[in-house]
Structure formats: C-alpha cells, structure tokens
C-alpha cells in the first residue's frame, strides 16, 4: 500500500480520540511518557553537575571536556534518524521501550569508567538510545492528547526535561555528602539506571498509539483501543455518552525509508528547515551554556567545584519556569507568536554573559541562558511534532533532530575554543548570540507563512 496503491478511506479515529474529555486516562499515558522523559533528562543532565568533578580527577583540558557534550549530540543526532524511521515503521510502543532499554544499559557502562576517552565513548551508546526516545515519545504524546490540551500538556511533558535536571544536580549533592568524589559521580549514574527500569515498568502497559495503527491500515487494533479509552473515561466522568465524532478522509499510504525521506524533503522542506533551525539555536544555547559555564564559566570566576551541582540546580529551577512560560503560551496566544517571542530573545540571553566578574553574575547569566532556552526549546517540540503526518512523523522529527544536534555539536567546542584564544567572555557572548540567531528568523517565517496550530487537529495540520 504505497504510491498508486494508496487508499483513501473515511475514520472518525482521530476526532474521536480529539474529542475526548481529559480524564485519568490521559493522565496515565502523560505520566508514563513523562516520567521516563524526566528521566532520561536526568542521566543527560548529569554531566553538567559531574564534568568538573571529572576534570579534577582525570585532568582533561576544555576542549576534551567539551567533547562529552558533542559525542552525546552526535549520539541522538544518530538514534534519532534510526529510531525515528523504526517507530514509523513498526510503531511508537516497540521503540520507546527499546531505546528507554538501551540507554539504561549504556549508561550502567558509563558508570564504571576509568578515564575520559572510555567515558566518552560509552556516552555516545547512550546518547543513541535518547535521541531514539525524542522521536518515539515525541510522536506518541501527540497522538494521544485531544486537540483542544495539545499543546499544553505536550509543553508541560517537555517541561519535565529541567525537573529531570533539577533531579541530577541533587542526586550528585547527595552523593557528594556520603562519599568521595571520584565515587559519587559513578553513584549518580547508577541510581539514574534503576530509575530507568521503573520508566520501563510503568511503560510496557501503555497501548499502541491507534492514530499510527490507524495509517498502517490495522482499524480494527485502533478501534478497539479508542474504544476501551472511551468507556473508562466515560467510567471515570460519570458520562453515559459523548459527542458525536464526525468521520475524516485520510489517505493511507505506507512508505520505505527512501520514500518517506523523499516526501519529507519534497513536500515538507520548509517544516524539516523550521525544525532543523529552531533546534539548532536551541540547541546551541542549552548545550553550549551548560558546558561552557561547567568547564570555563564557573572556573574562570573561582568558583568552588562542590558548588556547581547547586548553582546548577537552581539553572534548571529557572529552565523549569521557562517551560511553564511556554505551556502558557502556544495554547492561548498560539505557537506561532510564542515562537517569535521566545526565540527572539536567544541572542538577548547569550549576551547576559556580558555581565559575568563573579560566581553570582555567572549564575545570574546561566539562569538567563537556561529560562529563555527552554522556552524556546519546549514551544518548537510543540510545533515540530504536530506538522508532520502521521506516517512520517517520528522521522520528520529525527530529521529536525539531526539538522538541529549539529548546533550542539559545534557549540561547545566554538566556545571553549573562542575562549581559549581570547580569554574573553565578552567574545563568548558576541560570537553565541550571532551563532543562535537562525531560529529566531526561522520562527519568524513560520508565523508569517507557516500553519498554527493552536486548537487543531493533527489531520487539518497537514492538509495540502
């Protein structure tokens, strides 16, 4: 069923799953993803709480230290593709079980490494397996959520990524008061790992995503399962009926890899290029401020290495808030203007790095960094998972990921490599707020040309 096979049928699937009331049903699939979205923030959060723990030990220089930010970039950018074209092909459910299954196995490796190069390495594996749960959790969580909460609940997810952070710099604060540092670190890894396992417990009972089962031509999979939704959160709401769901004609057409990259590329350049650039940009700032304050921030302004985890902590309690701002926004003044916005003042945050001459002031610039970042960073996961088909979805979204991971791999090196040539802060901020800019001009033509999404189904989202 591809090309001139396609067929063209009639499904009320997607309304009637839209038109649901929220209930406890949702709130079970929201928590089963998010959770395990927080956790794997957690384990990728950590190494801006343990790098300077790391440097002490092993004494590595900034530019090996910032390679531990762009060897787990190029990790995603990888699991991202890969495991975005498998979960299009062989569902959501099968790949975020797989990838939750072998980032936790890689990063139990991580924690029984005895020098920077193996450290690495390992991280790579792991990072494969995250950047595999973007685009299968990603696609999943929008399937699921009514078209009316949408948005609001997928930036409310998204936003658990900083309490997931806000986790790691605790756990390494804990583990720092009971034992050494060179134990401590590996501490944290490993408690990261049995957390993981709970993730993959309170998973294996979530169903298949029936919009996915639906464009794969398995009706009667996805029936049965808005079915069984629908009678429990007619249990759950004391409702004897719901409103009726008028059918929609959809187009079921299955693709190879080489046909689905081509429609991707073909029919939807200008969304892969949105993507692409708003996660360059937000990549940049998030990765790169974290591993510049970690290896050159906070070194250059004295401050005590124990003390990072803190200060780190209360960048994600920032990062946390600017989640929140975006889940405010996309749902009641739409995603396209809280694009413009928040994306519009990235270079305004780089510049806050204009103000550091002590550990305060660097705090005072990482929070800066850290609140507008994920603003941004949480509206464009808003977007760029709902522009694509379904049946092409988790590969758009590794694709934007790929593109965009490449702003993350070149950040921290730039950086730390401005720096080093410089000894100049202020060059730092000139030369990121330059480099993070393409998101902002990005985001400026998706609302002058592009489709809101705000209060819309997936299916109007992309209709020729």
Known sequence: MNGANARVIKSDIGPRLDRLPWSGWHTKVVFALGFAWLLDSLEASIIGSVLGILKKL??????????????????????????GY?????????????????????????????????????????????GGEYAAISSAVVEFIP??????????????????????????????????????????????????????????????????LMDRGRI??????????????????????????????IRLEVHNVWQQTKE????????????????????????????????????????????????MMIAFVCAFLGGMTSMVMVDTIGRKVTGVISYGCYPLAALSMLIVDSPTTALISLCIMQYVYTWGWVT??????????????????????FFGRLGGVIAPPLLAGVYQATKSLADVAYVLAIFISGGFVAACFWAAKGVEGKHKSLEDMVKS
């Open 220 to 249: 009667e999979e996805a029936n049965q399962i808005v079915e069984e939704a629908e009678r429990e959160v007619m249990r759950r709401k004391g409702l004897k009926e719901l409103p009726h769901a008028e059918p929609i004609t």
């Open 58 to 83: 092993w004494q590595f220089t900034p530019l090996q230290g910032s390679l531990t930010v762009s060897v787990w970039l190029i990790g995603i950018m990888v699991g991202a593709v890969v495991f």
């Open 380 to 401: 464009e996961y808003v977007i760029k998972s709902e522009i694509f088909p379904t049946r092409i979805r988790a590969a758009g979204i590794g694709w934007c990921t």
């Open 86 to 130: 498998l979960a299009d092909k062989y569902g959501r459910k099968p790949m975020f079980i797989i990838t939750l299954l072998w980032y936790a196995l890689a990063t139990v490796a991580c924690a029984f490494s005895e020098n920077i190069w193996v450290f690495i390495s390992l991280r790579f594996l792991a990072a494969v397996g995250i």
């Open 264 to 311: 991707l590329f073909t029919k939807y350049p200008g969304r892969v290029a949105l993507g692409a650039f708003m996660n360059f940009s937000q990549v940049a700032l998030g990765y790169g401020s974290i591993a510049y304050a970690a290896i050159v921030l906070f070194p250059s302004t004295k401050t005590p290495p124990e003390v990072v985890p803190f200060y």
């Open 147 to 212: 078209r009316k909460s949408r948005g609001k609940i997928d930036a409310f997810i998204m936003s658990l990524w900083p309490v997931g952070a806000i986790a790691s710099a605790l756990l390494v604060m804990f583990a720092l008061k009971l034992f050494s540092p060179d134990i401590a670190w590996r501490f944290g890894f490993l408690l990261a790992v049995g957390l993981a396992f709970f993730a993959l417990y309170i998973r294996k009972n979530l169903p298949e995503s029936p919009r996915w």
